[in-house]
């Protein structure tokens, strides 16, 4: 009896896991992150997309301090495109960012946005459950409050945000930017592709990590099997 109640138990928990993840993940949105998963890379032009929304739009509320104009780079921009960036922008000082400079913060006046703060953007992904998941619902969750709740002064009704009610008034709409690959810049796609920026932002050695760890797991298959076939020679005439 009890092998059959220990299968039980096992299938039983299976159960309850896989079935507690789609609850959780139900009112996230079903997009496909590339940078997700096992496996997963970066998808540098989609990050690259991202950026632009990020510095068009997001950057008049939040900063992003940890992160420098060279870090482009790794998104696979040149040198030359990463500097002429830079140079568009103006530090604190009012002299134009260089590649050294990190993302300049925006001035809020105090008391905006009923008191809330906007958060730093640079590794949000990883500070909250389901990362670019999350930003991506939060993005382009807003929706009209539902009968009976009633929301603080100044702030908006959103389906992603723990609680419902965020101060960040929604911040995409369609065409903000336009895309130099000729993309539509359509609400979801911007949302889509900032979080795909946010993800790397927050993980930027996430391929190199997962080609090492690709790397380990062949060569201990490898040493698995030499090590099958040695210990098969070695005993073969003394079984
Ligand atoms: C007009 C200002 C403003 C803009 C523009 C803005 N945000 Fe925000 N954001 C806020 C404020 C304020 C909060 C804090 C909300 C709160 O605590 O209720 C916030 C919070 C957030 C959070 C944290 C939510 C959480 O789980 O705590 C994320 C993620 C975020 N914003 C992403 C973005 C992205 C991505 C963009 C650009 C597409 C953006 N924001 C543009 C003001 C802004």
Same mark, same amino acid.
């Given at each position: 009896m009890r092998p059959v109640f220990g299968k039980l138990w096992l299938a039983t928990g299976l159960l309850a896991l896989l079935g507690g993840n789609a609850l959780a993940h139900d009112r996230l949105s079903p997009f496909h992150f590339q940078?997700?998963?096992?496996?997963?890379?970066?998808? !540098?032009? %989609?990050?690259?997309?991202?950026?632009?929304?990020?510095? &068009?739009?997001? /950057?008049?509320?939040?900063? $992003?301090?940890?992160?420098?104009?060279?870090?482009?780079?790794?998104?696979g921009l040149t040198p030359?495109?990463?500097?002429?960036?830079?140079?568009?922008? !103006?530090? %604190?000082?009012?002299?134009?960012?260089?590649?050294?400079? &990190?993302?300049? /913060?925006?001035?809020?006046? $105090?008391g905006a946005f009923g008191g809330?703060?906007?958060?730093?953007?640079?590794?949000?992904a990883a500070q909250r459950p389901h990362g670019a998941r999350y930003i991506d619902h939060?993005?382009?969750?807003?929706?009209?409050?539902?009968?009976?709740v009633t929301l603080l002064p100044s702030y908006?009704?959103?389906?992603?945000?723990?609680?419902?009610?965020?101060?960040?008034?929604?911040?995409?709409?369609?065409?903000?930017?336009?895309?130099a690959d000729g993309k539509s810049a359509t609400v979801a796609q911007q949302a889509a592709d900032v979080s795909e920026f946010l993800a790397w932002?927050?993980?930027?050695?996430?391929?190199?990590?997962?080609?090492?760890g690709l790397r380990a797991v062949l060569f201990l298959v490898f040493l698995t099997i030499i090590a099958i076939a040695s210990k098969r020679r070695i005993w073969r005439e003394t079984v």
């Open positions: 940078s997700q998963g096992l496996l997963g890379s970066t998808d !540098k032009a %989609a990050a690259q997309r991202g950026f632009l929304v990020y510095e &068009t739009v997001c /950057a008049s509320c939040h900063t $992003a301090k940890a992160l420098h104009y060279r870090d482009l780079e790794a998104l030359d495109q990463v500097a002429g960036i830079a140079a568009g922008v !103006k530090t %604190a000082n009012g002299a134009p960012a260089t590649l050294n400079d &990190t993302f300049p /913060a925006p001035k809020i006046p $105090a809330a703060v906007p958060p730093d953007l640079s590794d949000i939060l993005l382009t969750g807003y929706a009209p409050a539902p009968a009976g908006y009704y959103n389906t992603a945000y723990p609680g419902g009610q965020l101060a960040m008034p929604p911040p995409l709409k369609a065409d903000d930017v336009t895309y932002s927050a993980d930027p050695n996430l391929d190199a990590r997962h080609e090492v």
